[in-house]
């Protein structure tokens, strides 16, 4: 079956550090490639997608391209801010009938001052 | 204009009771979901709906019954509550089933069983 893997949290940064958080796939079809986020207290949002090989997500200063060859979807923003501060989900769907969305484990960030 | 809301945001209740959750999408997606979040906040479908149609269910126990009175609408009801049902459930909406769809996610329901 399908399943998500990415880096057990919480990260914790200081402002203006690198991010990345590393996000590994196996799933059974061709899928689609999603980082979701959940800031305290709120439901989740889109932050960017990449539907086939090679292809690059980006949103509000985070990217991720979505490597075949390694079944990753690495998340990544150069300068992160106070307000980036949430759980970060990557999910991935194969689509067709049973089209549902298969969701790592999360990954808690946290951004110091 | 919320997208996708549910009802109540918040709700406590006591082991044995039953209790409803509703969600309405108001983006004329025609496939609706329930998500149920533990509490280390891993997101596990539960559910899907296509043209309130049931397409998923996801080994979820009998108690947990959802209806879908109409494509706009899914609601959830849980008989006999137990203190494991205790978690976020998530509703959410998306317009077909290709591989390359996003969905659409409420705010939560944050059900607390004591």
């Known amino acids: 079956g399908d399943s998500v893997t990415q880096m057990e949290g919480p990260v914790t940064l200081s402002e203006e550090a690198f991010l990345t958080i590393n996000c590994t796939y196996t799933?059974?079809?061709?899928?689609?490639l999603f980082w979701y986020v959940q800031y305290p207290g709120e439901g989740l949002q889109l932050l960017l997608k990449a539907t086939k090989a090679d292809d690059k997500g980006s949103n509000k200063g985070f990217e991720a391209t979505y490597r075949k060859e390694t079944t990753s979807f690495h998340l990544e923003k150069g300068s992160v801010q106070v307000s980036d501060s949430a759980v970060y989900f990557c999910a991935l769907t194969s689509g067709g009938s049973n089209y549902k969305l298969t969701f790592g484990k999360g990954t808690l960030l946290t951004v110091n001052p | 204009d919320t997208a996708v809301s549910q009802t109540p945001k918040y709700l406590v209740t006591q082991m044995g009771n039953d209790k409803s959750i509703k969600c309405e999408q108001n983006?004329?997606?025609?496939?609706m979901y329930w998500y149920k979040q533990d509490s280390k906040k891993f997101l596990k479908i539960m559910f899907s709906y296509n043209n309130k149609e049931l397409i998923i269910n996801e080994t979820v126990p009998n108690r947990f019954s959802p209806k879908s009175p109409d494509k706009a609408h899914l609601n959830l009801h849980i008989n006999s509550l137990e203190l494991g049902d205790s978690a976020v459930y998530f509703c959410?909406?998306?317009?077909?089933?290709?591989?390359?769809?996003?969905?659409?996610f409420g705010q939560g329901t944050r059900l607390t069983v004591v």
């Open positions: 799933a059974t079809g061709y899928p689609s």
């Open positions: 983006l004329g997606h025609d496939t």
């Open positions: 959410a909406s998306s317009q077909g089933r290709e591989r390359t769809t996003e969905a659409f």
